[in-house]
């Protein structure tokens, strides 16, 4: 199986890692974070965040010609269990009907301004 590598345009750049792997139907998405493509933070809260990582995500799925329905596993993220709540919000705008398998883990991310980070297994038939 032959693995495609790919780093959408309309993603901030990857710093030494691919966004996006698909190795045969399934696709690995790296960690999102709420960095618009232009490299600046979305906004310092958590639900200002999830909405650009779920853009990210978007733009992601549409690189291998999927979308969000074909989301499989979402792994999420947060500093702080309060940030669940923001992230639950903005997560129902753009999931409905059947949701993927999820973890969600409270850890210390690499940038004190970021509140959640995001990374996602696809299934695109």
């Known amino acids: ?12 750049p990857a710093p030494g890692y691919s966004h996006v ?3 045969g139907n399934t696709v690995y998405i790296a960690g999102q974070v709420g960095r618009k493509p232009d490299g600046s933070l979305a ?3 958590v639900e ?14 549409e690189s291998v010609g999927g ?9 999420v ?7 669940l709540a923001g992230f639950k919000k903005v997560r129902d705008k753009y999931l409905t009907g ?3 398998a999820q973890t969600g883990v409270i850890v210390k991310l690499g940038t004190p301004e970021f509140k959640i980070e995001i990374e996602a297994i696809a299934f695109i038939p």
């Open 43 to 45: 906004g310092l809260d």
């Open 21 to 23: 792997v698909k190795a």
């Open 48 to 61: 200002s965040q999830t909405d650009q990582i779920f853009k990210n995500l978007i733009a992601a799925l």
């Open 98 to 100: 059947n949701l993927p």
């Open 1 to 12: 199986m032959e693995l495609e590598h790919i780093n959408p345009v309309n993603i901030c």
């Open 67 to 75: 979308g969000l329905e074909n989301l499989v596993k979402t792994m």
């Open 77 to 83: 993220y947060v500093t702080d269990a309060t940030h």
